[in-house]
């Protein structure tokens, strides 16, 4: 029971709530692009904690809450690795692509990535799951287009919305999860021919 409980995803959670109320850790954690030229490189992970407004935190701490226990639960390797990646490629390709951007902060990069990690893996499972991985592919792509159409976020906000969408980060850590997932995929299938490679060595050296 107790290898079953997600304490990445728990800790993850964890960090996005206490960065989004404690003004000393969202100041320190916050993409500043000027701060990250300083040396202040941690911003690119920490960054993904931090979140501007209530709204914009629940969806994203609801959405990776399910996604990270659903991957930890099935005891899917390689999560914590992934959401490393993510954190980093996303923040690196905005630095890149988003010259005029002083801050960022937000974890929607990430979750977008770990819904589509978990989908692709539970296309290799049966019904349902199969079934919900087809349409959360779909939805995941239809989404991140029409956001990236419209230039903002499609989710409905009570009140002001008092940050901007940034697709680009749903686009980074989406390819992120893809490249991650196939080269991991990759490395399985080598290591499972190495280990039947092997197998029949050894069965004709009995033999």
């Known amino acids: 029971m107790i290898s079953r409980i997600p304490t990445f995803t728990i800790a993850v959670l964890a960090l996005c709530i206490a960065s989004s109320k404690v003004d000393t850790l969202a100041s320190l954690f916050v993409y500043d692009r000027a701060a ?37 639960h099935k005891g899917h390797k390689h999560f914590k690795l992934l959401c490393v990646l993510m954190a980093c490629s996303i923040s690196a390709i905005l630095l ?58 499609l989710l409905p906000y009570w009140g002001a919305q008092d940050f901007v969408s940034i697709p680009l980060s749903h686009i980074a850590g989406s390819l992120t999860a893809f490249t991650a997932f196939i080269a991991l995929r990759g490395l399985e299938l080598i290591q499972n021919k190495s280990d039947s490679d092997n197998a029949l060595v050894l069965n004709e050296c009995q033999q």
Not at 46 to 72: P, R
């Open 36 to 72: 990250i030229f300083r040396g202040e490189v941690w911003r690119l992970v920490t960054s993904h904690f931090v979140h501007f407004g209530d709204m914009h935190l629940i969806y994203n701490v609801v959405v990776f809450g399910v996604i990270g226990w659903i991957i930890e």
């Open 96 to 153: 890149i692509f988003k010259p005029n951007m002083i801050y960022f902060g937000g974890l929607s990069g990430i979750v977008c990535g770990s819904i589509a990690y978990c989908s692709l893996l539970c296309l290799r499972e049966s019904s349902p799951w199969r079934t919900i991985a087809i349409f959360s592919i779909i939805f995941l792509i239809v989404k991140i287009g029409l956001e990236t159409y419209n230039n903002g976020s």
